[in-house]
């Protein structure tokens, strides 16, 4: 009618004619993320750029893989003779649980799905593992080497391939169009972190008797 005045509409259905800054940066940081990902995604199908690298790329990719450091650890742990290496072995198996808990926790909760041009032939994949932050096997990349680095006595040349297998592994999941750029540097940064973690809570003889016990 002539006098009444029109129904305001509900806010979430305005357009919001003056977005916020952190809005727009975000927003930009994805879509150049996304951008960059696809891009060095060369590896991720046989028909890509460097699809004849994908093989290799895959072995590269189990070397990352939760199962065989798990396996690997608590072999040795069985095998192990010497209370020193049992205790940074224990250490290890713990940093590496860990890492899969809270990984698993933030995947969980973010569930940012994977690259499009992802092709889902992973090793071994448990439900989190259709999501894409961050990246587990970088996380425990960078966990992995920070822990040898400290608790083994190397050679430089060995000390540096072991940062190099970690930064590779990182690269790699970009490659084959695993993960986005920033699943991986945020898994790089959370996997440093989180030997930190390990550190504060380091497993001893005194502070874990009964775990000790056990071997």
């Avoid at 994805?30 to 991720?44: F, P, Q």
């Avoid at 986005?180 to 973690?197: C, E, I, K, P, Q």
Wanted: hydrophobic residues 50%.
């Amino acid at each position: 009618s002539g006098g009444s005045a029109a129904a305001p509409l509900p806010e979430e259905d305005c357009m919001k004619l003056n977005p916020s800054f952190l809005g727009i940066a975000l927003s930009s940081l994805l879509a150049i993320d996304l951008w960059a990902s696809k891009r060095l995604g060369v590896c991720a199908g046989e028909g890509s750029a460097w699809g004849s690298a994908r093989p290799l790329m895959k072995v590269i990719e189990v070397s990352g893989h939760g199962i065989p450091w798990l396996l690997g650890t608590f072999y040795g742990l069985c095998q192990s003779d010497s209370s020193a290496a049992r205790e940074v072995l224990l250490n290890l198996l713990f940093a590496l649980l860990l890492d899969l808990m809270l990984v698993a926790v933030v995947k969980g909760l973010v569930k940012r799905r994977r690259p499009t041009h992802n092709k889902m032939d992973m090793f071994v994949t448990i439900s989190v593992d259709k999501y894409s932050f961050p990246s587990g096997h970088a996380t425990r990349a960078a966990l992995v080497c920070r822990f040898i680095l400290h608790h083994l006595v190397l050679a430089v040349p060995l000390r540096v391939l072991v940062v190099l297998w970690a930064l590779i592994v990182g690269i790699s999941r970009v490659m084959l169009g695993r993960h986005n750029v920033t699943d991986v540097l945020f898994g790089l940064l959370l996997g440093y972190a989180l030997y930190s973690v390990v550190e504060y809570c380091w497993l001893s003889p005194l502070s874990a008797p009964a775990l000790f016990a056990l071997w």
